[in-house]
């Protein structure tokens, strides 16, 4: 069974930094894309950081402006979102979540974790 | 960048009655669309992708349509556990993913 786990959310002043972690389990790791989506409180789902499964590929949403980095160890299984220079407007739920791609056949998102809060404020 | 709008943003709906729910995308996106259902406190959930593709798991009652800029999900007949948030998601740049803003779906 596919299983994914974030942590590492919390409390951060404005222009602070926090690492982002997701323990994948219940599937090879290595073989699959993984991304990461924020949801700010009472608002909808933003896209903001995807990588292949090498680590070799990494994609993120324009709004970012540089400020995240993305990547993963597969001998941990683990996926990583590095944020830095926080802005209140980071406020939200982070999740972590799984794609698949066979060909030309791509399901998109079909496994999320539950997802972690992160509150800048000062 | 492709930019997905859906509507309406609330639509009221009695238990038994049929939901149709609407995505437009700015630019076409050819069958590379998903649909995605989250209630309160919950991660959300892929009920379609390629426009009209059922996930694992998911209900016959959930369908899917359209190709292009146009898409529809339809729940044939609403159930108490429907009554959620859903959001439509077009992949036709994989792996760049964009979301609509979400329709909330409730009980009429």
């Known amino acids: 069974e596919v299983h994914l786990l974030e942590s590492g959310g919390g409390l951060v002043q404005p222009g602070g930094s926090l690492r982002l972690s997701c323990a994948a389990s219940?599937?090879?790791?290595?073989?699959?894309?993984m991304n990461w989506v924020r949801q700010a409180p009472g608002k909808g789902l933003e896209w903001i950081s995807g990588i292949g499964g090498s680590g070799g590929s990494t994609y993120y949403a324009d709004s970012l402006k540089g400020r995240f980095t993305i990547s993963r160890d597969n001998s941990k299984n683990t996926l990583y979102l590095q944020m830095n220079s926080l802005r209140a407007d980071d406020t939200a739920v982070y999740y972590c979540?799984?794609?698949?791609?066979?060909?030309?056949?791509?399901?998109?998102?079909?496994?999320w974790g539950q997802g972690t809060l992160v509150t800048v404020s000062a | 960048e492709i930019v997905m709008t859906q509507s309406p943003a609330t639509l009221s709906v009695s238990p038994g009655e049929r939901a149709t729910l609407s995505c437009r995308a700015s630019?076409?996106?050819?069958?590379?669309l998903a649909w995605y259902q989250q209630k309160p406190g919950q991660a959300p959930r892929l009920l379609i992708y390629?426009?009209?593709t059922r996930a694992t798991g998911i209900p016959a009652r959930f369908s899917g349509s359209g190709s292009g800029t146009e898409f529809t999900l339809t729940i044939s007949s609403l159930q108490s556990e429907d009554f959620a948030v859903y959001y439509c998601q077009q992949y036709n740049n994989w792996p760049l993913y964009t979301f609509g803003q979400g329709t909330k779906l409730e009980i009429k």
């Open positions: 219940g599937f090879t790791f290595s073989t699959y894309a």
């Open positions: 979540a799984k794609g698949e791609k066979n060909g030309l056949l791509i399901i998109p998102m079909g496994y």
């Open positions: 630019q076409s996106v050819t069958s590379n």
């Open positions: 390629g426009a009209s």
